[in-house]
């Protein structure tokens, strides 16, 4: 877990940005639920053989003796949300986004931590592919705006949870006759749920997967017109994209669509987000049958990109005005706050003391614009301007100030 401050806070204040102004023209409102959650609320959605629930989560008993959970995730919160206020009575759609932290019990690598930020969209209520294409156009679009180039879009179908059984079947006689070669990992989840075998990390059992079963191959006549639609779209929409069959994501919860976005900006390719479909899961929590879709994107991995492509997060530093002796001081405070009135981004230098120091931390902060007002400057009608960057030196009648310096 960490503190955020300074240029990399910048980065996450700027992709928040960009978030609210793509997702808020695509007609999804903000949704904030709490960190704390019942237990049940991820066992029944994540899954109780998934390494989140099994191994990650930070669960204890409250005081009033409930077992409890900070969130590893949002999606089965924002569900849990919708069914407890019937936000999802009507047959309309229902869209959402959220920003927020989650937790997770994690092994320390780059760009994962214990506590990490998600920016995250649901749409509930439409089980087409157009809604799927909709929601990835704003992936897309989102991702873009934030100068990423090198995007692919990873995508699978997972099926149903009554297709499935078909290749369960296909998969376990698969796995039977090499399985020497899987991990014990790989025996316990062929018995609880076979397709995270699909997901192992570990390289032997990548390598013993090889001619496996494709889910793709045995789904239900609609999930298989689905899929073969949403492809279809992604070609129209210039979406670039690759079919993965062994996509089979870390959470129970997904039908039909799984997908993960991978950039190539670091070099290697990384997973940057994932989501995909999941017709069940509000039913699941106790809810009317309510189709949905959604992906989560990770702030941390997201920051640690951006900062590698573009270096510093667009920032304009304020201007500094410096008063100097107790006279300027009163009227800086009061020039000050004409100028903040007015929408003029300006720190004030309220130590008193030498110039010399002030101008030091000017340069220290980075700021381009330094205003000095002294006992000279007042009995002109003037302030002192100088801008950091070429040592250049003017003089601007006080009352100008506002109209010079505003953004
Ligand atoms: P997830 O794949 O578990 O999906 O997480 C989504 C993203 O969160 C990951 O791709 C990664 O960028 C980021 N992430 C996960 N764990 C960490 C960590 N320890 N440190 C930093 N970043 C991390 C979900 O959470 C689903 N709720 C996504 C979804 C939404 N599906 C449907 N709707």
New binding site residues.
């Given amino acids: 877990m960490r503190d955020l401050f300074g240029a990399e806070l910048r980065w996450f204040q700027h992709i928040e940005e960009t978030a609210r102004r793509v997702f808020g023209r695509h007609g999804y409102g903000e949704i904030r639920t709490p960190i704390l959650e019942e237990l049940e609320v991820f066992k029944r959605s994540v899954g109780e053989s998934s390494d ?1 629930v099994n191994k990650e989560m930070y669960e204890f008993t409250d005081r009033g003796g409930r077992q409890v959970v900070m969130r590893p ?3 089965a919160g924002v569900v849990r949300a919708a069914i407890q206020h019937k936000l999802l009575a009507s047959n309309d759609a229902v869209l959402f986004y959220y920003i927020g932290q989650q937790f ?1 019990y ?1 092994r320390m690598q780059a ?4 506590q ?1 930020w ?1 920016i ?1 969209a ?1 749409s509930f209520g439409v089980a087409t592919p157009e809604s799927e294409a909709e929601s990835l156009l704003m992936l897309h679009s989102f991702l873009t705006e934030l100068g990423l180039k090198s995007l692919v879009f990873s995508i699978n179908s997972v099926g149903t949870p009554e297709s499935r059984p078909a290749f369960h079947a296909a998969f376990r006689a698969f796995f039977s006759e090499r399985e020497e070669r899987f991990c014990s990992d790989c025996h316990r989840r062929i018995e609880s749920n076979p397709l995270r075998v699909l997901d192992c990390k570990n390289e032997t059992c990548q390598a013993a997967l090889e001619g496996h079963p494709v889910i793709t191959d045995h789904l239900d006549e609609a999930s298989a017109r689905h899929h073969a639609r949403l492809k279809a779209l992604l070609t129209e929409l210039a979406i670039p994209f690759e079919e993965n069959p062994r996509l089979v ?3 129970d919860y997904y039908t039909r669509t799984a997908f ?1 976005v991978l950039s190539s900006d670091l070099g290697a390719q990384s ?6 479909r ?1 017709d069940g899961l509000v039913k699941h929590l106790g809810g009317p049958e309510v189709p949905a879709f ?5 702030l ?2 997201l920051v640690m990109i951006l900062q590698q492509i573009h270096g510093e997060a667009p920032f304009a530093p304020p201007a500094l005005l410096i008063p100097l002796g107790e006279r300027a001081a009163t009227e800086a405070l009061k020039l000050a706050r004409t100028l903040w009135d007015a929408g003029v981004p300006l720190q004030l230098e309220t130590r008193g003391g030498a110039l010399k120091k002030a101008m030091a931390s000017a340069n220290r902060m980075g700021i381009q614009t330094v205003l000095i007002l002294g006992d000279g400057e007042l009995d002109g009608g003037t302030v002192t301007v100088k801008h950091m960057a070429t040592g250049e030196q003017e003089s601007w009648p006080i009352g100008e100030a506002c109209s010079r310096l505003r953004p």
């Fill in positions: 989140i995730e949002n999606t997770r994690e760009g994962r931590y214990r990490f998600q995250g649901e994501r870390g959470l993960e997973a940057l987000l994932g989501g995909g999941y959604g992906w989560a994107i990770g941390d991995r």
